[in-house]
């Protein structure tokens, strides 16, 4: 009875499960008990029981055909990605090789595969002129980080695998392993009396990533194709963001230094009005973020901070 349940169950393949998103979708996914689950990661990370692990590299053609065509899954979830913004600017090989090329590596294997391919990207590929930005706005990135996140949207509708882009922004959640989310470096420089320097003219809507797994996993059981935002329910300024952590932390704000964007001169511009329009997603995948202050009750309580 095990091995015939084995054998019906969904096959998931998590790409990028060392980085903040892949290791919650592992959790998720381990834990749910109707699928398989093999995790793909180019470093070690934390491993979770009922999931299976293996080291490759998205930029080898060679590891990525071997990965794909062995393990045969139903699902890809592709939640690696060069994500820092300023050293996209000077490593623009690197940052292409994985960002682009690997994705492109990974399309044309899921199409071969029949499989559903879900690709992460960001709101990083609009200018952020006059955000929040619907799925039908035109994207037009103003530094490379965003310039090769929408070469690789175009790699995935090229490749003909059936396929689902989901955009997202500022990404914040409970992860056991590897680099602070935003919250956490809020809460741990604030409780270090550390001062930060927090622009007040950066708006995104801050997603919890339990709320951005749910809405994959929606996609992915309804089968719903083609762009999708999925971010969190409030627009706000990175300040007012800061506030509201502080809030539910119980900390002290004097340390908390409002500035404006050109004050930090960063290599990449970023884009300023930015964020996600998510009613395409509510109607159709019945996505339902949390409140802002109630998610971040639960890393409160869920991390023991
Ligand atoms: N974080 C945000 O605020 C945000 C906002 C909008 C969109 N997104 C998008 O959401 C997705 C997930 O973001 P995240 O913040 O969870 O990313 P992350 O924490 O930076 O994780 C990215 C993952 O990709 C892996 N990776 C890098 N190069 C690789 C390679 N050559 N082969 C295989 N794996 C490789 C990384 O491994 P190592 O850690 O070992 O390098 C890491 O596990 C990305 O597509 C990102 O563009 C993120």
């Known amino acids: 009875m095990e091995s015939i349940n084995r054998v019906n169950m969904k096959r998931i393949l998590i790409i990028g499960a060392s980085g903040m998103l892949g290791q919650r979708c592992a959790k998720f996914y381990s834990e749910s008990g109707n699928a398989r689950v093999l995790c793909a990661s180019i470093d070690e990370t934390i491993r979770f029981p009922n999931a299976e692990y293996v080291l490759f590299d998205m930029t080898k053609h060679g590891e990525v055909k071997e990965l ?83 070469d690789s949207e175009q790699a995935v509708r090229l490749s003909g695998a059936i396929s689902t882009i989901v955009r997202t922004n500022v990404l914040y959640g409970i992860i056991p392993s590897g680099r602070l989310d935003f919250v956490r470096w809020v809460v741990e420089s604030l409780r270090a009396q550390k001062q930060i320097r927090i622009v007040t003219d950066q708006y995104n809507n801050p997603t919890f990533i339990d709320d951005l797994v749910s809405g994959i996993d929606a996609i992915i059981r309804n089968k719903n194709y083609g762009l999708y935002n999925l971010s ?17 932390f119980d900390l002290n704000t004097s340390n908390v230094i409002p500035i404006i964007t050109p004050d930090l001169n960063q290599p990449a511009p970023r884009p300023l009005r930015g964020g996600l329009i998510i009613k395409k997603a509510q109607a159709e995948l019945g996505f339902c973020p949390i409140g802002l202050d109630e998610s971040l009750q639960l890393m409160k309580k869920e991390l023991n901070l």
């Open 232 to 248: 969190g329910i409030e627009l706000l300024n990175r300040y007012d963001f800061t506030l509201r952590i502080a809030k539910v």
């Open 68 to 150: 794909i065509t062995g393990f045969k899954p139903d699902v890809i979830i592709n939640a690696s990605a060069y994500t820092n913004v300023d050293l996209s600017e000077t490593e623009r090989d690197l940052a292409w090789s994985i960002n682009v090329k690997g994705v492109e590596y990974i399309a044309e294997f899921a199409a071969i595969a029949g499989a559903h391919f879900i690709h992460i990207s960001t709101d990083y590929v609009f200018d952020g002129a006059k955000g929040p930005y619907s799925e039908i706005d035109t994207p037009s990135p103003i530094n490379y980080y965003g310039q090769t996140k929408l």
